[in-house]
């Protein structure tokens, strides 16, 4: 009775060793076909082992498959707004102010007087200076007929010439003395200033008023010596004030010499302001617009470095391998970053490239570009 049950054991024994040890045969049986030998099936175990080894020592990535596209190369500069026209109106003589003075803000035109000064004794220095040009006149058409006649000299007809041009040198000095007191506005603007107040003593070079012109401005900026060669004249320019107004304009001037200090260039956009609302010495964000070129817009925290320091990213090569390309930050923006040196197409790594190097095998799991 114990002999049976020993039996059945062998034989299921015998089929899951058939079943599960020498499938690979018994299937080849079942078909009709010649079992693969011992050395075949182990070559083939070995191959499949180091395939999902080799597989498995590849590093999981997460890379964005970019395609580059065309945008405006702007040069981005931080700058200030300026009056195009800002003069301090001074005296050039000594007196005092006769005048009510015109207070800040006040618009005046070409020519309204600023601040008029007391004449003093100027009107009659002015009167003697012309009195003494007729007399040196007279002389003059004297001694002019009596040479003529032969009973007067040379010399006194030189003298009398000469009598004459000092006359007139000091009516002329005279006349400038007494246009002197009245201070105009040299252009059309606006008085930043009051003007000198009524008694005040005026010297040479004290001030009278400041007169400043704001119906155009200018944008003045710093451009670094790399991307100066981006920025031409008659170039759209816009950019943003620190109220949040946007203006546009022309950029009308571009410094041939760098700052010593900062390496940078001056440029100048010109902008119209008929209405007066841009002030002068407001803070502005400046774009210039230069020729577009092809560029990846991709997260800011694809960035990395390499060995050498340079700034770049790592993309998956054709063959699954790592390439790092260094990069050119074209524009920055608060959805990513646009950056120049990259082929049309690219597969960046944007999740684990800061844990793998050039040449690195990689298993990339991909994902589109955010449009």
Known sequence: MRIIPMLTAVVVTASLYMVVIQRDELMAFARGEDAPDAAQSETAAAEGQDAAQAEDTRVGVVALQSKARTIGNAVI?????????????????TSTVISEPLRKGAHVEQGDVLCQLDPGTRDAALQEAQARLKEAQINLTAA?????????????????????????????????EMERLTI??????????????????????????TVIQLDTIKLVGYVPEAEVNKVELGAT?????????????????????????????????????????????QTADIAISSAGSLAHKLPQSALTLNNEGQLGVR?????????????????????????????????????????????????????????
Do not use: H, M
């Open 184 to 209: 105009k506005a040299p252009f059309a603007g606006l008085l930043e200033s009051d003007t000198a107040e009524l008694g005040s003593l005026l010297q040479p070079g004290s001030l009278c008023g």
């Open 237 to 281: 320019a816009g950019a943003e004030l620190s109220t949040g107004q946007t203006v546009q304009g022309k950029v009308t001037f571009l410094s041939r010499s760098a700052d010593p200090t900062t390496r940078t260039f001056e440029v100048e956009i010109t902008v119209p302001n008929q209405d007066l609302s841009i002030r002068d010495g």
């Open 315 to 371: 993309v998956v090569g054709s063959d699954s391998t790592v390439v790092f390309y260094p990069v050119q930050l074209l524009r920055d923006e608060a959805d990513g970053v646009w950056l120049g040196g990259l082929p049309e197409t690219a597969d960046v790594i944007v999740v684990g490239q800061d844990f793998v190097t050039e040449g690195v095998a990689v298993a990339a799991t991909y994902r589109e570009t955010e449009q």
């Open 77 to 93: 500069l931080r700058g200030q707004t300026q009056a195009i026209r800002q003069v301090e109106v001074r005296a050039e003589t």
């Open 144 to 176: 002019s007929k009596l040479s003529e006649g032969g009973y007067a000299s040379e010399t006194r007809l030189a003298a009398s010439e000469a009598a004459e041009r000092t006359a007139i040198a000091a009516v002329a000095a005279a006349e400038k």
